[in-house]
C-alpha cells in the first residue's frame, strides 16, 4: 500500500509531550497538520513548542529559518474535535485512560468520513479494546511513537483483532515515509519493545538482589562488554522508576501474573521511598550535587608470569579473544580435543565461557578442580571489561592468574559472585527467549523483532540476530541450565527457540 500523500492532513489529538512530537514529525514530512488538546490554550502551546525545538536547531545550523517557518505554518491549532472531519489520519495520543480514548474515538467516528484512518498512540491499551465498541473498528490501528518523537526512529504499527490488514500497511508505509523504522505488531500486551525489554531490566534488578554485583558494576558489564548504550540501572534511574515499574506491572499483570515479568520489590522499594532516578535527585545513584559517583568493582591491576595458554577445541564465538591473546604477545598454543567444547587452559586452571550453569556446578559436572567462567560479549575483539566466576577450588593465586590474563588481553575483570548465566550471556538469552515467544505468539516477524528492539532501544544487536550468531543450540542449553539452577517458570525457553535448534535453523536466513 502506497503512504499518504503529503496533501492529506493529519489530526494530533491531546499537545503534551507525545502528540506535539508526532505533529512535529507530520508537518516536517509536509502534511498539513491540525492539532487539538481539550485543554485551552494547549494546542497553541504545543505548536510554540515545536518552533523553539526547531530553532534549536536554526541556531546549531542544522535547518534553515525559512523551513521552520514552512513547517509551522502547517500546524493549526483546532479549537474543537469537529474542526479535525476532513482529515485522513488521526493521531490520538491523549491521556491513557481506555474510557477516555474510547470516548474520543466513538466521537471521531460519528465526525470523520469513513476513510478516515484512527490511530492511538497508547504504549499499554489494546487496540482490539478501543476500537470495540465502534462500527468500523476495521480502519483503527495503534501507531505508537517513542519519547520524543521526532528523534527516536522506531514506530510500532499495531493491529487490533480488527484491523484491516491495508490499514496497517498504509501505516507503515507512511511511517517509513516520514522517515521512521516502521514495524508491525499484533495488540497484545507491552507490543514489542515494552514486552521484549522487559528482561534487560529484570535481570539486572534480580543480580544485584542476588548480590552477584553492584548496579555500577551491572551497568559497566552491559556497556562495556554488552555493547548496550546505556546499563540497566542508569536506563531504569533516567526512565524513572516509577513509569519502568509501572510498565512492568501492567505487562505481569496483563499477562496473568507470569513470573516470567515479576515486578522487582526492589524498585517497588525505590518508588515507596520516593527515589525515582534522576528527577528525584535518586535512584540506583546519587544525583545530588555533592554525591560521589559509583565506581564499578574491577579487579585491580595484578603482576602475574602467566604460563602458555592453551586453546582447545572449536574455539567459535570466543575465537578473537584467543586472537587477542596472540595480538598481546602471550605464548598460545591451540589444541584439539575429543569433545570439541571451547576451553582455555593456564596451567592447572580452565576457563570457559559461561553456559548457564554457575561455575560451582560445571566444574563438579566436569571433573574440575579449578574452573572460572568468564560472561559473553557483543565482540570480543574489542570489549574492555569482562565478568568473571570462579568455582570453590579457584585459589587466590589461580584468581590473581585470570586476572592477569583478561588484564594483559586490555580487558577489565569484574568478579562475580558465583551466579548462573553471568550478566551479558543471561541478559541476551533472555531477550532472545522473549522475542523468540513474541515470534512464536504472532506478535511480530523475527525481522521487525529485531528492528524494533534495534530502533526502539538502540540495542547494539537484535536479540535473535545475537542469538543466531552465539548458536540456537548454545542459547537453549544456557536457558535450560538456568531454569535448573532456579529451578523456575521464568526461565523456560520458548518452545519456538527449542524447535529453531533442534532443526538447526536459524531465525534469520
Ligand atoms: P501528556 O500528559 O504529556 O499529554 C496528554 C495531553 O492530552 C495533555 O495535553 C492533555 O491536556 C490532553 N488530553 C487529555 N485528555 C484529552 C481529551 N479527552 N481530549 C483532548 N486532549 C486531551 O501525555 P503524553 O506523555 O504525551 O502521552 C500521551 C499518550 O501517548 C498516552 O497514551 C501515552 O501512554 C502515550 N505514550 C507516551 C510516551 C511517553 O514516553 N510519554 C511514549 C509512547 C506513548
Known amino acids: 500500500m502506497p503512504a499518504l500523500a503529503t496533501s492529506d492532513i493529519i489530526a494530533v489529538i491531546g499537545a503534551g509531550a507525545m502528540g506535539a512530537g508526532i505533529a512535529q514529525v507530520a508537518a516536517q514530512a509536509g502534511h498539513p497538520v491540525r492539532l487539538y488538546d481539550n485543554r485551552d490554550g494547549a494546542a497553541q502551546a504545543g505548536i510554540d513548542g515545536v518552533r523553539r525545538q526547531l530553532e534549536k536547531r536554526v541556531a546549531r545550523g542544522k535547518m534553515a529559518q525559512e523551513e521552520v ?25 491523549i491521556v491513557e485512560n481506555l474510557q477516555v480514548k474510547r470516548g474520543v474515538f466513538a466521537e471521531l467516528e460519528a465526525l470523520c468520513g469513513p476513510d478516515t484512518l484512527l490511530t492511538s498512540n497508547t504504549s499499554s491499551l489494546s487496540i482490539t479494546s478501543i476500537a470495540a465498541d465502534l462500527e468500523r473498528p476495521e480502519r483503527v490501528a495503534g501507531l ?236 570480543y575483539a574489542n570489549a574492555d571489561a569482562i565478568a568473571l566466576a570462579a568455582s570453590p577450588g579457584v585459589d587466590a593465586e589461580a584468581r590473581t592468574q585470570a586476572t592477569a590474563l583478561f588484564q594483559r588481553l586490555g580487558l577489565d575483570a569484574a568478579w562475580l559472585t558465583d551466579t548462573p548465566g553471568l550478566v551479558v550471556l543471561r541478559s541476551v538469552a533472555m531477550l532472545a527467549n522473549e522475542a523468540a515467544d513474541a515470534v512464536l505468539q504472532g506478535v511480530c516477524s523475527a525481522a521487525d523483532g529485531d528492528r524494533a528492539m534495534q530502533a526502539g532501544l538502540n540495542y547494539p544487536r537484535g536479540p535473535l540476530a545475537w542469538a543466531d550468531a552465539l548458536g540456537l543450540a548454545f542459547v537453549h542449553r544456557t536457558l535450560s541450565h538456568l531454569q535448573q539452577s532456579y529451578g523456575e517458570e521464568r526461565y523456560r525457553a520458548s518452545f519456538l527457540l527449542r524447535r529453531k535448534a533442534l532443526a538447526e535453523e536459524p531465525f534469520h536466513v
Open 69 to 93: 517557518e514552512a513547517i509551522i505554518a502547517r500546524m493549526t491549532p483546532a479549537a474543537t474535535l469537529a474542526e479535525l472531519a476532513d482529515s485522513r489520519l488521526v493521531v490520538e495520543a
Open 144 to 379: 505508537h511513537f517513542f519519547n520524543p518523537a521526532p528523534v527516536m526512529k522506531l514506530v510500532e504499527v499495531i493491529s487490533g483483532l480488527a484491523t484491516d490488514s491495508e490499514v496497517a500497511e498504509t501505516l507503515y508505509a507512511t511511517a517509513a515515509a516520514w522517515g521512521k523504522v516502521p514495524v508491525h505488531a499484533s495488540s497484545t500486551p507491552g507490543f514489542i519493545v515494552n514486552r521484549v525489554a522487559r528482561p534487560f531490566y529484570a535481570e539486572g534488578l534480580r543480580l544485584m538482589q542476588e548480590g552477584a554485583a553492584t548496579p555500577a558494576t551491572l551497568d559497566a558489564l552491559l556497556r562495556q562488554a554488552g555493547g548496550f548504550r546505556m546499563g540497566p540501572f542508569e536506563l531504569m534511574d533516567l526512565i524513572g522508576h516509577d513509569v519502568n515499574y509501572a510498565v512492568t506491572r501492567s505487562v505481569f499483570d496483563a499477562y496473568y501474573g507470569d513470573t516470567r515479568f515479576e515486578p522487582s520489590l526492589v524498585q517497588q522499594a525505590l518508588v515507596e521511598a520516593g527515589r525515582l532516578g534522576r528527577k528525584s535527585g535518586q535512584g540506583f545513584y546519587d544525583y545530588r550535587d555533592d554525591a560521589e559517583p559509583d565506581a564499578p568493582d574491577f579487579a585491580p591491576a595484578v603482576e602475574a608470569s602467566l604460563p602458555p595458554l592453551v586453546a582447545e577445541g572449536q574455539l567459535g564465538t570466543i575465537a578473537p579473544l584467543v586472537a587477542r591473546a596472540e595480538a598481546a604477545g602471550l605464548e598460545v598454543v591451540r589444541r584439539e580435543s575429543i569433545s570439541g567444547e571451547a576451553r582455555l587452559r593456564l596451567g592447572g586452571l580452565t576457563l570457559a565461557l559461561s553456559d548457564g550453569r554457575c561455575a560451582t556446578e560445571r566444574a563438579r559436572d566436569e571433573g574440575l578442580e579449578a574452573l572460572v567462567l568468564f560472561d559473553l560479549c557483543l565482540d
